[in-house]
């Protein structure tokens, strides 16, 4: 375990590896979501999935580091739903990586950029900037609300290097468009549920776009789907979780671990991609 970064700007700064990604031919650099600040859960809960990660990815091969980045301010409420706190958090998860590829001793290190919750919005935002993510060979998206394109191949690593997890019970990966959003308030009070249904179906007549952008996991975009478990179903109201800083809900939050009970399928897809095996991973059809 290495301590890269620590800083007290905004709600915390912090960047953790496991392995040494100086000398490891395998690099991943996971950038988290909603409610992520510097304090216990952190140190508890969210470093854990780049430990997972990493230990995971050494059994397909010894040589790979995983690191979290907390590098920005992540979203803790409402402003979730805007684009600009990954906005700002892109360019310094760019020059983050611009570093890693820059210091590692291979001649060609395989890197991965991991994106999950809110954080995919912020890697989407990082292959937007000039130049893309530096180094990049691979993205992992999990958990997404969307990235901000609407094609896998505008990611910039070419659509066969870009991976999705979506767990059937992850209702982040569902969210409405802003548009149908709208579109289906709208209707509702012009004609009750049914105008709701039906302005909600004309604004996503695809029924493949999410919050920030087309569905990762969908067709339409064009991504490699990797295999997930569903997840629990959620059980409490839907808005009150969404709103809630820490968004804990289990089917959201599951997809790094392989302890029983978590998603040991995902951890382990995650990490054969990290290790820069693909033949390993499981797919699943796209939604």
């Not at 031919?25 to 470093?47: C, H, I, M, R």
């Not at 409405?176 to 996503?204: H, I, N, Q, R, W």
Request: no cysteine; aromatic share 8%.
């Amino acid at each position: 375990m290495l301590l890269l970064g620590i800083g007290l700007d905004g709600n915390g700064r912090a960047i953790v590896a496991y392995g040494n990604p100086d000398t490891s031919k395998n690099v991943s650099a996971y950038a988290p979501g909603l409610g992520t600040k510097l304090d216990a859960e952190f140190a508890d809960g969210t470093v854990k999935r780049a430990f997972y990660t990493a230990t995971e990815a050494q059994k397909f091969d010894a040589s790979s580091s995983s690191i979290v980045w907390l590098g920005y301010d992540a979203p803790q409420s409402l402003d979730v739903m805007t684009t600009s706190d990954a906005e700002r958090g892109a360019p310094a998860y760019n020059s983050f990586m611009s570093g890693i590829t820059a210091t590692n001793e291979n001649s060609d290190p395989h890197v991965t950029a991991i994106g999950h919750s809110y954080g995919s919005r912020l890697v989407g935002g990082a292959t937007q900037e000039a130049g893309g993510i530096p180094g990049a060979d691979d993205i992992i998206l999990v958990g997404s609300p969307g990235v901000g394109v609407d094609k896998a191949e505008d990611l910039g690593v070419g659509k066969d290097h870009v991976w999705v997890g979506a767990a059937e019970n992850d209702i982040v990966t569902k969210l409405p468009s802003s548009k149908e959003a709208v579109a289906g308030t709208m209707g509702f009070f012009g004609g009750g549920p049914a105008g709701a249904y039906l302005g909600a179906e004309v604004a996503d007549q695809g029924d493949d776009d999410i919050w920030f952008g087309k569905d990762p996991a969908s067709k339409a975009f064009g991504a490699n789907r990797f295999e997930t478990l569903p997840g629990p179903e959620l059980v409490q109201p839907v808005y009150s979780d969404v709103l809630d800083s820490k968004l804990d809900f289990e089917a959201h939050s599951n997809y790094f671990s392989p302890e029983a009970g978590k998603d040991k399928i995902s951890a382990q897809n995650i990490a054969a991609i990290v290790a820069g095996h693909p033949e390993y991973v499981r797919r699943e059809t796209p939604r």
